[in-house]
C-alpha cells in the first residue's frame, strides 16, 4: 500500500515562498512520475507540475513557469515544490500523486496514488 504524505502548505502574503513536500512509502518511489496538482474551491484538480523517475522530464503550468520548481530525492522518497513570488491565486489545496514510469500527464485519473492535500493560502 502506497502512501503519500504532504507537507509545508501554510498561509503566505503575496510574493513570499513556501517549499512543499510530500513523502512517499510502500513503493520504490524511483520508477513512479511525481506530479503536483492543486484544487480552489469550485474548480477542477489541475495540475501544476511534475517530474518523471529520471529527473530530466520535467512539466509546469503556464501559470507557475518560473517561480516554482518542482525537484526530488529518491534517496528519500520526496518531492519538492519550491513556490516563489506566490500570488493569490495560487491559493488551493495542493496535492501530490503518482504513477508509475517516467512520463507527466496532465489527467488527474491517470495517477494511481494520492495524497490528503496541504492548504496553501495567499493573501493579497
Known amino acids: 500500500q502506497v502512501q503519500l504524505v504532504e507537507s509545508g502548505g501554510g498561509l503566505v502574503q503575496a510574493g513570499g515562498s513556501l517549499r512543499l513536500s510530500c513523502t512517499a512509502s510502500?513503493?520504490?518511489?524511483?520508477?513512479?512520475?511525481m506530479v503536483w496538482f492543486r484544487q480552489a474551491p469550485g474548480n477542477e484538480r489541475d495540475v501544476v507540475a511534475g517530474i518523471g523517475w529520471s529527473v530530466v522530464s520535467t512539466y509546469y503550468a503556464d501559470s507557475v513557469k518560473g517561480r516554482f520548481t518542482i525537484s526530488r530525492d529518491n534517496a528519500k522518497n520526496t518531492v519538492y515544490l519550491q513556490m516563489n513570488k506566490l500570488k493569490p491565486e495560487d491559493t488551493a489545496v495542493y496535492y501530490c500523486a503518482l504513477v508509475r514510469g517516467n512520463n507527466v500527464y496532465t489527467r488527474a485519473d491517470i495517477y494511481d496514488y494520492w495524497g490528503q492535500g496541504t492548504q496553501v493560502t495567499v493573501s493579497s
Open positions: 510502500g513503493r520504490p518511489f524511483s520508477t513512479y512520475a
